[in-house]
């Protein structure tokens, strides 16, 4: 599964979710707002930024869930902003064509398959950078080290 095989299974999620505001809008379109939401400035994926976000609140056992293996947790909408920040919500609000609150809420129903496809073993995207940290063992140990920081 490449990267845009996993932008679309987001964007597939985001389009069958039950806000009627972003249940109708069409799935490239919101591959290409969620890629924003990934991507760094030099158009790499860009989850480093997620991760070390989790610094700033009690997120680490939510998203911890979904790196490892099992179910992914939800994450309420309003936490969404402490993992991508504002301004990536705001942009990708506008590329939608929705309101912030609606953004949010789509995230929140994209982010723990996306991010749980992108680290999980089978995934081709990230295996480089799993390697480098000890696979989904050593990114683990990461977030468990970020959490014992806060």
Do not use: C, H, Y
């Amino acid at each position: 599964m490449d990267f845009a095989d996993l932008l679309r299974m987001g964007a597939d999620l985001i389009q069958k979710n039950d806000d009627d505001k972003t249940s109708g809008i069409d799935l490239d379109t919101i591959s290409e707002a969620l890629g924003t939401i990934f991507n760094s400035k030099d158009g790499s994926i860009d989850l480093s930024s997620i991760v070390s976000n989790l610094q700033n609140g009690n997120l680490g056992e939510i998203v911890a869930t979904w790196i490892g293996d099992g179910e992914n947790a939800p994450i309420e909408p309003e936490k969404v902003p402490e993992l991508v920040g504002e301004e990536k919500i705001q942009e990708f609000a506008e590329k939608l064509g929705v309101d912030e609150e609606s953004a949010k809420k789509a995230l929140a129903d994209a982010l723990p398959a996306v991010v749980d496809k992108v680290t999980s073993n089978e995934s081709n995207i990230i295996g480089d950078l799993l390697d480098k940290v000890g696979g989904v063992e050593g990114a683990l140990d990461m977030l468990n080290n970020f959490l014992k920081k806060s």
